[in-house]
């Protein structure tokens, strides 16, 4: 096994404008290049872009976003949402929606490489190293995974971390391209890809924020409309003083304002967890919101989707299906998790029966690959086709299955 895959040779740090253009050109000369962002999500609303590698020409530029702002950017984020030039990200959908965040522009030819990896029956989600060590035998020192990228000046360690972490993005890409014809599943991934081309990919969900609040699908029209209210407060609050909406206040003291709406300060200081400091700063509004809800028209109030809670016969059979998905995805070499989860699953189930709820997200397992390769086979099943289950003690594929 390799523990030095490189040396600093390979890297080269941006921190001005004139080494910038040279990297640009080094990009515009090309017509693929990996990028992967070191960014902390906990301290702000947006998270922190601390450094930006960029793999081009079998070199990596670490891009120093602290010293360089926004502006001098915006051509960086520009090839990025250039069609004629292939992306290679590892896990990228945090990195683009970044991207997307600071510069309004839709990135644009992505090649998702963890994805990849489930579709050659190298895992989902792998990691970066993880597939690096089993494709290439090279092993990637983890000493640097939690550390703070915002502080200046970075360590040697620290940047040979940043350096392998995009050093072989292009390799890894070659690699998986070649094992994705030879199946017959390049389109497959760049269809999935085409998800970070959509612009609805980026777009918050304004007003159903609430809808992932644990527990909320428990409580009532009205005390969903409170709890609904006090987490639109909860982002503004966050947004303007550039914290995560969790700073201002947690889900669990949301939860508890919404099942007991509160008619006073008191009763807010009654709730496990509010802090002093957020009680006397956040409970003049907190009430404000509180108070406007309560008054809205029943029919105004918001409402779980129905049928979001499945029944536990569609449970069942989602389960069921589950089993056979995770056979047939064994036999093809392809995570089952890229075709369907088990949430999927239970509205599969629903949709078949007639019984999908209007409302509801189209269900990829209807559509494309996923209904060629398992959705078919799934529909015949509940349907009522005969389904027989072996159990294979001595052999490599220890259950079959056969409709």
């Given at each position: 096994?390799?523990?030095?895959?490189?040396?600093?040779?390979?890297?080269?740090?941006?921190?001005?404008?004139?080494?910038?253009?040279?990297?640009l050109?080094?990009?515009?000369?090309?017509?693929?290049?990996?990028?992967?962002?070191?960014?902390?999500?906990?301290?702000?609303?947006y998270?922190?872009?601390?450094?930006?590698?960029?793999?081009?020409?079998?070199?990596?530029?670490l891009?120093?976003?602290?010293?360089?702002?926004?502006?001098?950017?915006?051509?960086?984020?520009?090839?990025?949402?250039?069609?004629?030039?292939?992306?290679v990200?590892?896990?990228g959908?945090?990195?683009?929606?970044?991207?997307?965040?600071?510069?309004?522009?839709?990135?644009?030819?992505?090649?998702?490489?963890?994805?990849?990896?489930?579709?050659?029956?190298?895992?989902?989600?792998?990691?970066?190293?993880?597939?690096?060590?089993?494709?290439?035998?090279?092993?990637?020192?983890?000493?640097?995974?939690?550390?703070?990228?915002?502080?200046?000046?970075?360590?040697?360690s620290?940047?040979?971390?940043?350096?392998?972490?995009?050093?072989?993005?292009?390799?890894?890409?070659?690699?998986?391209?070649?094992r994705?014809?030879?199946?017959?599943?390049?389109?497959?991934?760049?269809?999935?890809?085409?998800?970070?081309?959509?612009?609805?990919?980026?777009?918050?969900?304004?007003?159903?924020?609430?809808?992932?609040?644990?527990?909320?699908?428990?409580?009532?029209?009205?005390?969903?409309?409170?709890?609904?209210?006090?987490?639109?407060?909860?982002?503004?609050?966050?947004?303007?003083?550039?914290?995560?909406?969790?700073?201002?206040?947690?889900?669990?003291?949301?939860?508890?304002?919404?099942?007991k709406?509160?008619?006073?300060?008191?009763?807010?200081?009654?709730?496990?967890?509010?802090?002093?400091?957020?009680?006397?700063?956040?409970s003049?509004?907190?009430?404000?919101?509180?108070?406007?809800?309560?008054?809205?028209?029943?029919?105004?109030?918001?409402?779980?989707?129905?049928?979001?809670?499945?029944?536990?016969?569609?449970?069942?059979?989602?389960?069921?299906?589950?089993?056979?998905?995770?056979?047939?995805?064994?036999?093809?070499?392809?995570?089952?998790?890229?075709?369907?989860?088990?949430?999927?699953?239970?509205?599969?189930?629903?949709?078949?029966?007639?019984?999908q709820?209007?409302?509801?997200?189209?269900?990829?397992?209807?559509?494309?690959?996923?209904?060629?390769?398992?959705?078919?086979?799934?529909?015949?099943?509940?349907?009522?086709?005969?389904?027989?289950?072996?159990?294979?003690?001595?052999?490599?594929?220890?259950?079959?299955?056969?409709l």
């Amino acid at each position: 096994m390799t523990d030095k895959v490189h040396s600093q040779s390979s890297g080269k740090l941006i921190d001005n404008a004139a080494d910038l253009k040279e990297m640009l050109g080094s990009i515009e000369r090309s017509s693929i290049f990996g990028i992967d962002l070191e960014f902390i999500p906990e301290r702000s609303y947006y998270p922190l872009i601390c450094l930006i590698q960029v793999a081009v020409d079998k070199k990596v530029y670490l891009v120093d976003p602290i010293e360089l702002d926004n502006g001098h950017l915006n051509e960086l984020w520009q090839y990025v949402a250039d069609a004629s030039k292939i992306k290679v990200l590892h896990a990228g959908s945090q990195d683009l929606a970044i991207i997307n965040q600071k510069s309004s522009l839709i990135p644009r030819n992505i090649f998702d490489t963890q994805l990849a990896a489930g579709f050659v029956g190298l895992g989902y989600p792998a990691g970066y190293g993880k597939l690096l060590n089993s494709i290439f035998d090279l092993s990637l020192s983890k000493t640097e995974s939690f550390t703070d990228w915002s502080l200046r000046p970075l360590t040697p360690s620290q940047i040979d971390y940043a350096i392998d972490d995009a050093l072989h993005l292009i390799d890894l890409y070659q690699n998986l391209r070649n094992r994705l014809e030879k199946r017959e599943r390049l389109d497959w991934v760049l269809e999935e890809c085409k998800q970070y081309e959509d612009p609805s990919y980026y777009e918050k969900e304004s007003g159903r924020e609430f809808m992932k609040v644990k527990g909320a699908q428990s409580l009532t029209r009205r005390k969903l409309a409170v709890l609904q209210s006090i987490c639109l407060w909860r982002d503004q609050e966050a947004r303007r003083i550039d914290k995560p909406p969790r700073f201002v206040l947690s889900d669990n003291i949301i939860l508890e304002l919404a099942k007991k709406p509160p008619q006073s300060q008191s009763d807010i200081g009654r709730i496990r967890g509010i802090k002093e400091g957020q009680l006397a700063g956040y409970s003049k509004n907190i009430l404000k919101v509180v108070s406007e809800a309560l008054a809205m028209k029943e029919s105004e109030c918001p409402q779980w989707p129905s049928g979001k809670v499945p029944s536990k016969a569609d449970v069942l059979i989602a389960d069921v299906l589950y089993t056979v998905l995770k056979v047939r995805s064994q036999e093809i070499e392809i995570a089952p998790e890229l075709i369907a989860t088990r949430d999927e699953l239970q509205r599969f189930v629903r949709a078949v029966k007639g019984a999908q709820e209007a409302d509801s997200e189209p269900l990829q397992l209807l559509e494309g690959w996923r209904y060629r390769l398992a959705g078919t086979e799934l529909e015949r099943i509940i349907g009522g086709a005969p389904l027989t289950i072996k159990i294979n003690s001595s052999s490599q594929d220890p259950i079959s299955i056969n409709l």
